[in-house]
């Protein structure tokens, strides 16, 4: 039999490409068991669960982790309906500026989080709205909306239009027709959306750092803790609790669809 | 007399193009009623347009002796089987099959009691709780056909429903769906691009071409008598002979059809008779089609295979029929 051996540098290479990616986060996973308090000293001291228990007696980390919960809860949900409302008007109907319309709703995604923050900082306060939980959650659904538009797009394009035509026939009016045969359809879709967008808005802190005001989520919280270097364990363990709520959706969204060719909005 | 259908001057244009051209039509209560055209005749949209897919641009679409020119399809009493079969992915069988009755508000028990009486009319009892993904082309059909007649529509609306099916599969479900409409006195309208189909099921035909209607009649009659050209052509093979030709032969301008199989070999007494060179035979089976040419043009004729020694390519001989086979045709409008 006749196999394509890869050359080992190209090996070699691929397997260092992946290591220099992941090493980082290894670190982290290390440190947060280690005995040793201030620095990333080398080699480890000793195996420790002291900074578990240290974390979870924090009443200032489980505020933000509740913060950052609900924001993501709320900005999920906001981005599921406006989402699968947008892709529904977009995905059938030909009007004029429906391209323009597609590209506006795609770009902030596509923009620096950082424009997008400024932005929203000034549209608040033109609208005399205090930053706070509101401002975050509405902030996050601008790029979480993306995410969901993109997935529930998909699957409509792949969706036969006689099945509509078809509800419609055997007497189904428009919502039946959507709450019946559309929805059902849609349901791994928005699934997938809703825990993208979920895992994003959880981590995210640029737009968030602009439209927080006094609130703290957990990736602000991290910031904060740069300052603090006698927290690093601490702090440790709470990247690994946010790698763990975060990577289990996007696996999840991915084992979802991954019999579908196009899973959008992997790009953010 | 009440029609289960009637066009009345319909017309649906999209931009210049007039896909349905000034249509009149009128469809019999409880008669087999068959679409017949090549693609883009306008046969379809004219199914669309009873269902309620499309809007006619002009003219009224009666269903029932009701204008139902404006209604959406869920308040039109015609179901349709859709040419993909469209069944609902997330559903099985059975609740494919009960979905028009859930959404009257048929209670449970009762509705899937329908759905399984319709399964058991196509010969399906036992697929009920099948995904549509589990079923091949031939029982999907079925299922299509189930849900569309649990209701009890006025009207059956079938599009090109056999054309994804293999020949004996189509010859079978032909049989099938004949013997289903006779069983339930239901209207079927039947789209397909199949002449030998429209004409084997249904009581009667309308020809379609570039959106207008060319002749409707009996399949005996589109066959004998066809109203044009296009029909004479269209509907099973025709010879059609005009001008100076058709004028030496018979003694009177115009043009004719005559069928290949009204086309005899010899001459015989009282008979048209024309010579000419054998350019083509080819074994059919049953018959044999010979094409010869004629001053210049083809006349093909179908003999029947088992008796008679074919001629050879290159030979003249002499072909004949009777002059009342002939089928003179109305003047080009």
Redesign the interface.
């Known amino acids: 039999m006749h196999s394509e051996r890869t050359p080992w540098a190209l090996r070699l290479a691929a397997y260092g490409g992946l290591a220099f990616l992941h090493f980082p986060i290894l670190v982290i996973f290390a440190y947060a068991f280690n005995t040793e308090e201030s620095a990333f000293s080398f080699p480890l001291q000793g195996f420790t669960l002291h900074w578990f228990a240290d974390a979870f007696a924090r009443q200032d980390i489980f505020d933000a982790i509740t913060v950052s919960l609900k924001v993501a809860a709320e900005a999920t949900a906001l981005a599921l309906v406006l989402g699968t409302l947008a892709a529904l008007a977009l995905s059938r109907r030909d009007f004029c500026g429906k391209n323009g319309i597609t590209l506006l709703l795609i770009l902030p995604i596509a923009l620096p989080g950082i424009i997008t923050g400024i932005a929203l900082l000034n549209a608040f306060k033109v609208a005399a709205l205090e930053p706070g939980m509101l401002t975050i959650v509405v902030g996050h659904a601008t790029f979480c909306v993306v995410i969901v538009y993109n997935n529930v797009v998909a699957r409509l394009r792949r969706l036969?239009a006689?099945?509509i035509?078809?509800?419609?026939?055997?007497?189904?009016?428009s919502f039946?027709s959507f709450r019946?045969?559309v929805l059902?359809?849609l349901?791994t879709s928005l699934l997938a959306g809703g825990m993208l967008a979920f895992a994003l808005s959880f981590d995210e802190i640029i737009v968030t750092t602009f439209t927080a005001g006094h609130e703290v989520t957990l990736p602000i919280w991290m910031l904060n803790q740069l300052g603090r270097p006698r927290d690093v364990p601490v702090t440790n363990v709470v990247a690994m609790l946010v790698m763990a709520v975060t990577t289990l959706p996007i696996l999840g969204a991915w084992y979802l669809t991954r019999d579908t060719t196009d899973t959008a909005g992997s790009g953010k | 007399m009440k029609h289960a259908v009637e066009f009345d001057r319909v017309r649906r244009s999209y931009g210049a193009v007039n896909a349905v051209d000034d249509v009149n039509l009128a469809i019999r209560e409880g008669e087999f009623f068959s679409m017949l055209g090549p693609s883009g005749s306008g046969k379809t949209t004219c199914l669309r347009l009873i269902a309620g897919f499309e809007l006619p641009s002009s003219g009224r679409v009666l269903i029932d002796g009701v204008d139902a020119s404006r209604l959406p399809p869920f308040e039109r009493n015609v179901n349709t089987v859709f040419q993909d079969y469209a069944l609902f992915p997330t559903m099985n069988v059975l609740e494919n099959v009960a979905y028009p009755l859930m959404i009257k508000g048929v209670a449970k028990r009762e509705r899937y009691a329908r759905a399984e009486e319709a399964l058991a009319m196509v010969a399906l009892d036992g697929f009920a709780a099948r995904k549509p993904g589990q079923l091949s082309g031939g029982q999907r059909q079925r299922v299509a056909l189930a849900r569309a007649l649990v209701g009890r529509p006025r009207v059956l609306l079938l599009d090109e429903p056999l054309g994804a099916l293999d020949l004996k599969l189509r010859e079978q479900m032909q049989g099938e769906l004949k013997a289903l409409q006779r069983q339930l006195g239901i209207t079927f309208v039947f789209v397909t691009h199949d002449q030998s189909e429209a004409l084997s099921m249904s009581d009667r035909v309308a020809v379609f071409a570039r959106g207008r209607i060319e002749q409707v009649d009996t399949p005996q009659a589109l066959y004998s008598q066809p109203a044009s050209r296009f029909v004479a052509d269209f509907v099973g093979t025709s010879n059609v002979v005009d001008g100076a030709l058709a004028e030496t032969l018979t003694g009177r301008r115009g043009a004719f059809a005559i069928r290949p199989e009204r086309i005899r070999l010899g001459r015989f007494d009282g008979a048209i008779s024309v010579r000419g060179v054998v350019r083509e035979v080819a074994f059919l089976g049953p018959v044999n089609r010979v094409d010869v040419e004629v001053a210049g043009r083809y006349l093909s004729a179908q003999l029947p295979s088992f008796s008679l020694q074919m001629p050879e390519v290159g030979t003249e001989v002499e072909l004949a029929w009777e002059r009342d086979a002939a089928h003179w045709l109305p003047e080009a409008a």
């Open positions: 036969p006689s099945l035509e078809a509800s419609m026939d055997l007497g189904a009016d039946q019946h045969v059902p359809s349901a």
